[in-house]
């Protein structure tokens, strides 16, 4: 309705100009009513004029060529006398329908005579000058000098180029016939004669026409202002907000509009062709940024694609209507022009369109621009055919100037509306300050029952790494006090935990860089920062499970780090015992596994060996030699428990064994890590120990032999009726001790061949964490019974020498099916006693000794040389370090293996001999292990009392 109402106050300035139709007074936009008078061989007839009308006077105007005509003595016989003399023209032709008629001469006079019997003053204005030109009114014996413009000339040279001017308005008083007497002058153009007269002549009641031609003149400066004040408005809101593309637009389509104005309203040197041609371009220049200016404000609401598309096609169609008009292509132009408009009214509807569907604001201002757009441009599609130039001039400012004022209203209907929103925002904004502090206060007592009450400890770390004031109060209960606000939190919190030195200060460092820094360092840093660790307070020790989070600005800028700390001890404490309870499953598992004797067998050597590694550790210095015993008893220990499937406890003392073995490569010993090795051996081996004895009830008595209560008893009667008789047969009694002495050997002693079945259970064991197939074996043994340190300390060697012998003598099963051998190799042990010895020679079906490889080992560890023979290079093998294997597993191959078997020989007086023997392949020999045992010092007792 606003809309509308504006339209109306807009039209009504004109309307109330004159007494005609309001639809002549809207399509045609006239100041006052106009009468037509065609001018018949120079006599126009005006009579019958009254005060309420203007003539627009044109047509067959009479011209003197090459003659100036003096109104002095003019009349109407010297009128009649010219008039045979003159030449016809016409006044006001119609641009496009007539071609420009020219006199024949540069120079001359205009007559014109005009019939009159109005009897109020007259008033005259001649527009649209083109040449020099004076003009004069005669009236009876009056004369009148109407208008004066530039200099006559009768030289052509001397005559200016076409300038387009208006008279002022001439007023004078006569009731009967007058004259108007033009002399011009023009300039030649090449041999064409220039001379033109396309001049508009207006009578009428004097003081009529004066008010007419002010409310002309203050229209076109009115478009001329408000143009320009649009176009500046809205460029100055564009260059504030760039963003704001359509305001660019805008203001850009008021100031075509502005130059559409400066072009009708201004004096130009133009033909009236080239002034249409000029005014029609800008025309289309102002159409074409409106449909860019459509475009832009409904592209939210069309595809990209299709609207970069119209954007260009629209811009070439500018270009090319502009170019065509200038070059005067009649047809082309035409057609253009008409299409462009057509373009702008289809963009002017779907704006409509895409308005209605979407409420856009301000979409009734739209709808009256463009009304008034299709109501005032319409006209110009006859612009060729019809209407004179003053018209199209009044219809293009009208049309243009309806769009954009609609177009800025709409814009400023929107920026209403944002306005009222932003008035209800700041109310409501004013509303909530007002309420901002209970609510503040509101908000704090939540936080602060929050912080009371939640089970974590919750801290937030500021500036230089300090504690914040606001933090939970559980937090006392975790840390165990509450005298943290500005302290330090690594004094407080990090150095209080088991963390490392190292982690501790890669942790503050990373605090202190993150505060005050972008969000960015936390997210980078965010893996520095310890999920877990142990808290230790007044000598207890608590696991706290942390999160870490930071506060930022609306910038992005850390202001502080929230810390949640969760005493996760108990649960923790669980799990600990869950894990320790699965181990110790576990491990009684294996130990349950193991028979009760080998068990004992074990702890009992594997124990005096530790004992010895503790002693050499702790040690006032610790020098090579003490190194490769603790390399020899740890690789002894592991076999044992790797036989028995320990698994703990083989790996802990294999991770100990590397250690030991980096030393003796040439890294320094690190005390510590020999101290924390051997003490966690210990507890392993306790744990296992601990759990034979208590869980399986197997309480140490190695050195003790059961006996069964009925021998005993036996024993007891016998020795008391030896005792009672006087005289027993001798033979009786040697029987009666020999089958007792049978009964106590098989007691206390082991049985070799028993002994010799218990080794090939392991060697199948040994083969299998080997992936090897079970080997044969080739084994002799007479029936003999061994004391318990011999077969304690032949179980220690053949450890090593099955390992030995499986690992890097037998070859892999490829290897010996490359080889045509049996994939299942053989082991010979075969065992005799000699000389009160027992002697066991032990070989195998492998590859061989290599002496080459063993030689050049020797060389380097500088145990041997070149003139070494093959015995010295063999008997290496028994020197620590020296070994054949390509690489070192779990199994063996550090090359210790057999110092160990001769250094337990050694301890009881036992022996270990290398045989070599024939070469088997090149560079690999054949070769036997011959060891020696004592095992029979009782016996030899025995045999001295009996001969006594």
């Not at 200060?505 to 005050?516: A, N, P, S």
């Not at 949640?564 to 699965?582: A, C, G, H, K, M």
């Not at 596994?593 to 067998?601: D, H, L, R, Y």
Request: proline share 2%.
């Amino acid at each position: 309705m606003t809309a509308w109402i504006f339209l109306l106050a807009l039209l009504t300035p004109c309307i109330t100009l004159a007494d005609t139709s309001l639809f002549h007074k809207i399509s045609v936009y006239r100041f006052a009513e106009e009468n037509h008078f065609d001018i018949d061989k120079g006599v126009a007839d005006i009579r019958g004029l009254n005060s309420q009308e203007i003539t627009k006077i044109y047509g067959e105007i009479l011209f003197v060529p090459e003659t100036w005509v003096d109104p002095h003595s003019f009349n109407s016989e010297r009128f009649e006398e010219l008039k045979a003399k003159s030449v016809i023209t016409r006044m006001n032709q119609k641009t496009y329908n007539h071609p420009n008629e020219t006199v024949s001469a540069h120079w001359g006079t205009y007559l014109l005579k005009i019939k009159n019997d109005y009897s109020s003053p007259l008033g005259m204005e001649i527009t649209r000058i083109y040449h020099p030109q004076v003009s004069y009114i005669v009236t009876g014996n009056n004369i009148i000098k109407a208008l004066e413009f530039g200099n006559l000339s009768r030289e052509s040279t001397k005559n200016p180029e076409y300038r387009i001017t208006n008279t002022p308005l001439i007023q004078f008083e006569t009731q009967d016939d007058f004259y108007l007497i033009s002399h011009v002058s023009s300039k030649r153009n090449g041999s064409n004669i220039s001379l033109i007269h396309h001049s508009m002549l207006f009578i009428g009641d004097y003081y009529y026409l004066r008010s007419m031609i002010q409310n002309r003149s203050l229209i076109r400066q009115s478009f001329i202002g408000c143009f320009l004040i649009l176009a500046v408005f809205y460029g100055f809101i564009w260059l504030f907000r760039r963003s704001n593309y359509s305001s660019f637009l805008l203001s850009l389509y008021a100031f075509s509009g502005f130059t559409l104005s400066l072009l009708y309203s201004l004096e130009t040197n133009q033909t009236p062709s080239e002034y249409l041609n000029t005014f029609t371009a800008a025309n289309a220049i102002c159409i074409g940024v409106l449909q860019q200016l459509l475009l832009y404000i409904n592209r939210s609401y069309l595809p990209q694609k299709l609207v970069k598309r119209l954007s260009a096609f629209c811009l070439a169609l500018s270009i090319i209507t502009v170019i065509s008009i200038w070059l005067e292509i009649l047809t082309v132009s035409r057609v253009l022009f008409v299409s462009k408009f057509a373009l702008s009214i289809i963009f002017l509807i779907a704006a409509l369109v895409i308005g209605f569907r979407n409420k856009i604001t301000g979409l009734s201002y739209l709808l009256m621009g463009i009304t008034g757009m299709i109501l005032f441009q319409a006209p110009l599609l006859q612009i060729y055919t019809s209407g004179s130039e003053t018209e199209q001039g009044y219809y293009i400012l009208t049309a243009n100037f309806c769009m954009v004022l609609s177009l800025a209203l709409a814009n400023a209907k929107e920026f209403s509306v944002t306005y009222r929103r932003s008035l209800r925002q700041q109310r409501q904004l004013k509303e909530f300050n007002h309420n901002l502090e209970s609510l503040v206060d509101e908000k704090t007592r939540e936080v602060r029952s929050l912080f009371d009450h939640i089970p974590q400890g919750v801290l937030s770390i500021r500036q230089q790494g300090l504690i914040g004031s606001d933090y939970s109060a559980h937090l006392k209960s975790i840390i165990e006090h509450d005298d943290i606000e500005q302290k330090s939190f690594k004094d407080e919190i990090l150095c209080s935990t088991d963390l490392s030195g190292d982690r501790i200060d890669q942790i503050w460092q990373t605090i202190l860089l993150c505060i005050g820094e972008r969000d960015l360092n936390f997210e980078v840093n965010a893996d520095k920062f310890p999920s877990e660790f142990g808290y230790n307070i007044n000598g207890k020790l608590k696991f706290l499970k942390a999160t870490w989070n930071y506060q930022a600005s609306s910038e992005g800028v850390i202001q502080s780090i929230l810390v949640t700390l969760l005493d996760v001890t108990s649960e923790r404490i669980l799990e600990l015992e869950t894990t320790f309870q699965r181990i110790e499953m576990n491990r009684l598992q294996e130990l349950a596994n193991v028979p009760t004797g080998k068990a004992e067998q074990f702890f009992s050597t594997s124990e005096q060996l530790l004992q010895e590694n503790e002693r050499l550790i702790l040690g006032a210095n610790i020098r090579e030699e003490q190194i490769k015993m603790l390399f020899v008893n740890a690789h002894t220990i592991k076999g044992a428990a790797r036989t028995l499937h320990l698994t703990d406890l083989a790996k802990v003392i294999h991770h100990a064994e590397e250690h030991y073995s980096e030393i003796l490569r040439g890294e320094p010993p690190n005390m510590k890590r020999l101290q924390c090795d051997i003490e966690e051996c210990k507890q392993t081996w306790v744990s296992y120990k601990k759990i034979n004895e208590e869980k399986l009830n197997r309480l140490s008595d190695i050195g003790k032999v059961k006996v069964d209560r009925e021998f005993i008893e036996q024993h007891y009667y016998f020795l008391k009726s030896f005792i009672s008789q006087e005289s027993i047969l001798s033979d009786s009694i040697i029987e009666i001790i020999h089958k007792h002495t049978q009964t106590l050997t098989d007691m206390i002693f082991e049985q070799l061949p028993g002994v010799f079945e218990e080794y090939k259970n392991r060697a199948i064991k040994i083969a299998r964490d080997l992936d090897k197939e079970e080997p044969n074996f080739d084994v002799s043994a007479p029936d003999l019974g061994i004391p318990s340190q011999a077969k304690i300390t032949l179980d220690q060697c053949m450890i090593h020498l099955l390992r030995n012998s499986l690992d890097h003598g037998i070859e892999s099963i490829d290897e010996r099916k490359r080889a045509n051998k049996s994939v299942h190799g053989t082991i010979k042990m075969h065992a005799k006693v000699s000389d009160g010895l027992l002697e066991i020679h032990m070989s195998d079906d492998g590859r061989g000794m290599a002496l080459d490889q063993l030689k050049e080992t020797g060389i380097k560890k500088g145990i041997l040389n070149q003139d070494s023979t093959q015995q010295e290079i063999a008997e290496s093998v028994f020197h620590t370090g020296v070994s054949t294997a390509q690489s070192v597993s779990e199994i063996s191959g550090r090359g210790v293996g057999m110092e160990a078997v001769r250094r337990f020989l050694d301890e009881i007086d036992g022996s270990i001999q290398l045989v070599l023997g024939l070469e088997k392949k090149p560079g690999y020999y054949d070769f036997e292990f011959i060891i020696k045992i004592p095992v029979f010092p009782l016996e030899s007792q025995q045999l001295s009392l009996k001969s006594s």
